[in-house]
């Protein structure tokens, strides 16, 4: 499978909103309601920040929310706070056990 | 606490070999997939390798297939994954994952670090 498509870099002000996107196929996105997304700081593992398009784990705040229209996905980070730069990767699954990934936004607080 | 912690990365020269381990806490180990998720430098996530909650089921991106094993230890509370006729690249920050269903990864280690390099 090929990798989906993000934008290399989003930014925005601090209390703004910004919402990075994450284009597929029929085949992973658009196919299936199991599109995740995770945070990446400098040198840290990834964090899982939605799953299943549009569920938050315990503990990550409602200023991030995800959505999905056909093969695209998005993550919205509302009320941008400093500590949301980051590089934010999606993935989906693709069926048969296989799973693909964008190749990163990175997201700048101006 | 969920805890996952790897270890056995390093320096290694093309065709050579290298297990990695993950020792995990904090949970119920044998009720989850477990996956191996590396990031080559300054690239993006390339899913490796999983395994059913008995190790009955692996399954491998095909780069890899023929060369890399993955396996666990319930009783250890433990994934490993033995990487053979290692290849340049190979070289990537390996994490070991959770996988909470579909391939959605909850949480995550820190990652060891594998150089393939003459």
């Known amino acids: 499978q090929s990798a989906l498509t993000q934008p290399p870099s989003a930014s925005g002000s601090p209390g703004q909103s910004v919402a990075i996107s994450c284009t597929g196929t029929s085949s992973d996105v658009g196919g299936y309601d199991y599109v995740s997304w995770y945070q990446q700081h400098p040198g840290k593992a990834p964090k899982l920040m939605i799953y299943d398009v549009n569920k938050r784990p315990s503990g990550v705040p409602d200023r991030f929310s995800g959505s999905k229209s056909g093969n695209t996905a998005s993550l919205t980070v509302s009320g941008l706070q400093a500590e949301d730069g980051a590089d934010y990767y999606c993935?989906?699954?693709?069926?048969?056990?296989?799973?693909?990934f964008g190749g990163g936004t990175k997201l700048t607080v101006l | 606490e969920v805890q996952l912690v790897e270890s056995g990365g390093g320096l290694v020269q093309p065709g050579g070999s290298l297990r990695l381990s993950c020792a995990a806490s904090g949970f119920t180990f044998s009720s989850y997939w477990m996956d191996w998720v590396r990031q080559a430098p300054g690239k993006g996530l390339e899913w490796v390798a999983n395994i059913k909650q008995d190790g009955s089921e692996k399954y491998f991106v095909d780069s890899v297939k023929g060369r890399f094993t993955i396996s666990r230890d319930n009783a250890k509370n433990s994934l490993y994954l033995q990487m053979d006729s290692l290849r340049v690249e190979d070289t990537a920050v390996y994490y070991c994952?959770?996988?909470?269903?579909?391939?959605?990864?909850?949480?995550w280690g820190q990652g060891t670090l594998v150089t393939v390099s003459s």
């Open positions: 994952a959770r996988d909470r269903g579909a391939h959605t990864y909850d949480f």
């Open positions: 993935g989906s699954y693709a069926g048969s056990n296989n799973v693909v």
